[in-house]
């Protein structure tokens, strides 16, 4: 027999909507995250050494020294070959392609030693990207080696920075050739396949002899005798290295000999998202049918954590299962398991006020024409936290006292955060402006509570929609309410086109998702220039979004709501990646100026953070003193503590720090103090109005001698014309950006004006 609907904790629609976002996570990448953060720390805590049955022969340093001029000749790689055939290796497995080589007048000496050692050794069959088509080319040994000798790919493909999977087998060119740990290990495949690196392996356990001693005889049968041998790049010079996931960068014949061991070791098995999901699913219903509710969330940490634990251990038995959509499932669960246990428990009643709360108003009987009325007091977490004792009551009660004047007669509801909503019937219609009119003139006059006097402002929502439920038209109230605050009107009414944008808002993440990988989030570019000399210094990165249907849509809009949806951290890392990218690629040609990235304050709690940028400047080769980190005042830092920490790491990475848009929100002389700031940048508000403000020229002046006093560069923002550039010169303000010196532009066109002729190049 069925269970009925209300025995369960929480409602059927909720467990097929987590069940469907949880599917959702399995089908797609979008939980794939959890489980790469989880192997990429069964690789920091390697552990397990190698067997020392293959050993790595290096082209290092000190090999490349020894050699004329540093040029390792096709005559040297011979001799190599020759020593470790002498040793009695098993295999020699050479990483490296000769393809600029085979013109080299002693390349045959190098033909020939491999043709020495005959079937023992096996060449290197690399696949490269070629550039502008996408195409993938595969580079072939010379016809000279003969026909007969083995070959393998040593082709794999990245993943964030970082290698996850290696093939056993590659199609390169229409062949299907086993890798090097194919070979070594002697598993194959016919079709092209790849498995998942064991990252449990210690790299520092890795056999590995210098190329220079080997040919010298300082390494030989003791050493090598018996084993596969692995010749391959190590000096810095060839950039041959990759991360791992845990690790830090290895070179790529470290990676060989580690997917060797891993397969040697047994056969890597993938059994996907779905048992782990599946466990989840069964253990989660069993705990909702048997009504377990106090204990229902430790079990839900329980269970989470036997899969993590489950997948750790797995992974050291050549096991990978994906647990994140199952771990997104007994969130889903977890999480609303808990909303309804606070909703259930809480008292249709405000315990402050003592009317009713909103849950009462949306469970009420619907609306009908009734217009929805919402007013939302202003800053009232400030004045909760501002005002002493039970004052916060008193407050509240003065509120209410004063709404109650509107309401008139209709029951006025109260919400816990300083929000109130009632009914305004159909026939008083005509009369709400003036009735919010008046309320505004009640709040003019002061509250008084003790011997403090409060100025109190309070914002209006109206929705007279007679569509929807009960909670859609509150919901709607408050919305136009919210938007009433931000443009600081006395009331809003919700209008189709904040629906359109509610609904924008609600998909952001997707939407944010889709832009990124499709282009239409891009990077534009505005230059910095020295005033005093007119030179260019630096460049400051800043997104873009050409929105398909909605156009181009303003940074303020999309960065506010990515930090409200949790995505900053994303879009940042994107503008940072681009923005280093471009900033490498100038130096390559030869033009060394600074690039300056903004970073919202609510990031410096990401432990990870310097990281990550660590990683971006090493993989695009850019000094960090070239780039400079600009603390935008989005919002606050919460974390004081992992705040600093964060500031100081990456000033002793060398990465100059920036105080954006100083003047304004929590840009005070406070915030200097939590930033040891390299340079101060002036809101562009005062520099436009300088000219025309008194206030706004003294607050420009104060702010460039501040920057001075403390050793930083003063920064202004928002130059529009030529007589604010001279005006601020004469202030001995050090670096100007605005529109009269260049607008915000695409790298390709940033890259030709600076790589002009000096005569084609303006200020």
């Not at 929480?10 to 995250?33: H, N």
């Not at 050699?67 to 490296?96: C, M, S, T, W």
């Not at 390494?219 to 791992?244: C, H, M, W």
Request: charged content about 20%.
């Amino acid at each position: 027999m069925p269970i009925p609907v209300k025995s369960l904790i929480i409602s059927w629609r909720t467990i097929a909507l987590s069940l469907l976002l949880a599917l959702a996570a399995g089908l797609t990448s979008i939980a794939e995250p959890i489980d790469r953060v989880l192997e990429a720390f069964v690789g920091s805590v390697a552990w397990r050494p190698v067997t020392g049955d293959i050993v790595m022969v290096e082209l290092d340093a000190k090999t490349l020294d020894a050699a004329p001029n540093r040029d390792y000749a096709p005559r040297h790689y011979a001799q190599v070959v020759d020593a470790v055939n002498a040793a009695g290796a098993k295999r020699l497995l050479i990483d490296f392609y000769f393809d600029r080589r085979e013109k080299d007048r002693d390349f045959p000496l190098l033909v020939d030693a491999v043709k020495r050692m005959g079937d023992r050794v096996v060449l290197a069959v690399p696949t490269r990207t070629a550039p502008g088509s996408g195409e993938n080319i595969s580079t072939f040994p010379s016809p000279a080696f003969g026909n007969n000798v083995p070959i393998a790919s040593i082709a794999w493909e990245t993943e964030f920075w970082q290698l996850w999977r290696v093939p056993i087998s590659y199609a390169a060119d229409g062949r299907v050739l086993p890798s090097f740990a194919s070979i070594i290990a002697g598993k194959y495949s016919t079709e092209p396949a790849t498995f998942r690196l064991d990252f449990s392996y210690d790299p520092a356990t890795i056999p590995n002899y210098s190329a220079a001693d080997v040919v010298s005889g300082k390494v030989g049968a003791r050493e090598l005798a018996g084993k596969d041998v692995i010749f391959a790049p190590t000096a810095p010079n060839f950039q041959d290295s990759f991360f791992l996931p845990g690790h830090n960068r290895l070179p790529g014949g470290y990676v060989h000999l580690i997917a060797a061991e891993t397969l040697k070791r047994g056969n890597p098995v993938d059994v996907g998202w779905l048992p782990a999901f599946l466990l989840a699913v069964a253990v989660m219903m069993a705990a909702l049918f048997a009504q377990v509710k106090r204990g229902f969330m430790s079990l839900a940490l329980a269970t989470a954590a036997l899969l993590v634990a489950g997948k750790v251990l797995l992974s050291f038995m050549l096991v990978t299962v994906w647990i994140g959509a199952a771990l997104v499932f007994i969130a889903a669960i977890g999480t609303n398991v808990s909303r309804t246990r606070r909703r259930a428990s809480a008292q249709r009643e405000n315990p402050v006020s003592g009317l009713p709360n909103f849950e009462a108003l949306r469970t009420q009987a619907a609306f009908g024409s009734a217009t929805v009325v919402a007013a939302k007091v202003v800053n009232f977490e400030d004045l909760a936290a501002f005002i002493p004792g039970d004052g916060i009551g008193k407050l509240v009660e003065q509120v209410t006292r004063r709404l109650q004047l509107a309401s008139q007669g209709t029951t006025l509801h109260h919400d816990l955060d300083g929000t109130f909503a009632w009914l305004v019937p159909y026939y008083q219609h005509s009369q709400i402006e003036g009735q919010l009119a008046g309320l505004a003139a009640l709040f003019n006059a002061p509250l008084t509570i003790g011997d403090l006097r409060v100025d109190v402002a309070i914002a209006f929502g109206v929705n007279d929609e007679f569509e929807g439920s009960n909670a859609q038209r509150l919901a709607a109230a408050l919305v136009a309410a919210e938007r009433a605050i931000r443009t600081r009107s006395l009331w809003t009414k919700y209008t189709s086109r904040q629906k359109e944008d509610a609904g924008w808002q609600l998909s952001f993440h997707s939407q944010l998702e889709d832009a990124l990988t499709g282009g239409d989030i891009w990077v534009a570019f505005q230059p910095q220039y020295e005033i005093a000399t007119k030179t260019l210094v630096g460049v400051e990165a800043l997104a873009r979004w050409t929105h398909p249907t909605r156009g181009p849509i303003p940074p303020d809009e999309f960065i506010v709501q990515a930090e409200k949806s949790q995505d900053i951290y994303r879009l940042t890392l994107f503008v940072m990646d681009q923005a280093i990218r471009s900033a490498a690629q100038l130096r390559e040609r030869g033009i060394h100026i600074n690039m300056s990235v903004n970073l919202s304050a609510t990031l410096l709690d990401h432990s990870d953070l310097v990281g990550t940028i660590r990683v971006m400047l090493t993989a695009h080769h850019l000094p960090p003193e070239t780039l400079t980190i600009e603390i935008t005042e989005t919002a606050q830092i919460e974390n004081s503590r992992q705040a600093r920490q964060t500031l100081a790491q990456l000033r002793r990475t060398g990465i100059r720090l920036s105080i954006d848009d100083y003047g304004t929100g929590q840009s005070n002389l406070e915030y200097l103090t939590e930033i040891e700031a390299d340079e101060i940048k002036i809101d562009k508000r005062f520099v436009m109005t300088m000219r025309d403000s008194q206030r706004s020229l003294e607050v420009v002046k104060s702010t460039i001698d501040l920057a001075h006093r403390l050793g930083a560069v003063a920064v202004a923002e928002g130059i529009e014309d030529a007589e604010t550039m001279a005006l601020l010169g004469g202030l001995g303000c050090d670096v100007g950006q605005g529109y009269h010196l260049g607008k915000p532009q695409l790298f390709s066109e940033l890259a030709s004006t600076l790589t002009a002729p000096p005569r084609n190049r303006t200020a």
